[in-house]
């Protein structure tokens, strides 16, 4: 999936001179965290997030009374708290990619430019809603870990097993095992009426199946 797929195409943008009184009564009344700062031409100049808001509310200036402050935030604009320094992204970026630039330079929100052009936004929410639904997180499926060895085949031998059952696989997530290298977790969600007979079935053929956390992998480690 790419970033064109998922990001926000309804842009609220503002002005470099944008008092920072306004631009905190924007994010409240749009709902969102995230402000793009355009010029008069159009061209994405910064971006301000409301954590840098946060922060200016947050400063020693908090010592005045409201009204002096509310006075003195007037007359600030957001081109002196905003970020210049923008990462952006394609509409053509991965999901996957997007999620870790934005992990690496620990930020919430990516600008996305086609041709030049400001044609939408990103964020970790919209990254987080892919995962959510990739997991396939609802209350009518049976969610399970099954712990196999990193070699080919692998994932036709489990999908065979719950094929031979009849199981239909609701979603399928795969993630290294960091601590135990070669191995890999495989995440998986069936229907909740068909969830214990998956496990039974997995499990009479060798494969060692999680359904809770454990401190300790050890014993439930291929071979083990």
Same mark, same amino acid.
């Given at each position: 999936? #790419? ?18 009184? !306004? ?10 965290? #995230? ?18 808001? &946060?922060?200016? *509310? ?8 409201? #009204? ?56 970790? =929410? ?36 719950? &094929? ?9 997530? =795969? *993630?290294?095992? !960091? ?17 214990? &007979? ?9 494969? !060692? ?16």
């Amino acid at each position: 999936m #790419h970033v064109g797929i998922i990001m926000r195409k309804e842009l609220v943008t503002i002005a470099p001179d944008t008092s920072l009184v !306004k631009a905190r009564e924007l994010l409240a009344e749009k709902l969102i965290e #995230h402000l793009l700062v355009v010029d008069r031409g159009g061209k994405l100049v910064g971006i301000v997030s409301d954590r840098d808001l &946060k922060q200016v *509310w947050a400063s020693p200036a908090t010592t005045l009374s409201a #009204h002096e402050l509310n006075y003195l935030l007037k007359q600030l604009s957001v081109d002196m708290i905003m970020v210049q320094k923008i990462i952006t992204v394609t509409p053509g970026t991965t999901i996957e990619r997007a999620g870790r630039i934005m992990q690496e330079n620990r930020i919430s929100a990516l600008p996305v430019m086609a041709n030049q052009k400001l044609v939408g936004i990103v964020t970790t =929410t919209d990254v987080m809603g892919v995962l959510l639904d990739a997991l396939g997180i609802d209350g009518e499926s049976t969610r399970f870990v099954v712990l196999v060895e990193d070699r080919i085949g692998m994932m036709a031998e489990v999908s065979r097993i719950l &094929k031979e059952q009849q199981i239909n696989i609701r979603s399928l997530v =795969t *993630w290294p095992e !960091k601590a135990y290298p070669g191995i890999y977790q495989i995440v998986m969600r069936v229907g909740a009426a068909n969830g214990e &007979k998956a496990i039974s079935g997995l499990t009479n053929d060798g494969f !060692k199946v999680l359904t809770e956390y454990v401190d300790d992998l050890t014993p439930y480690l291929p071979g083990q």
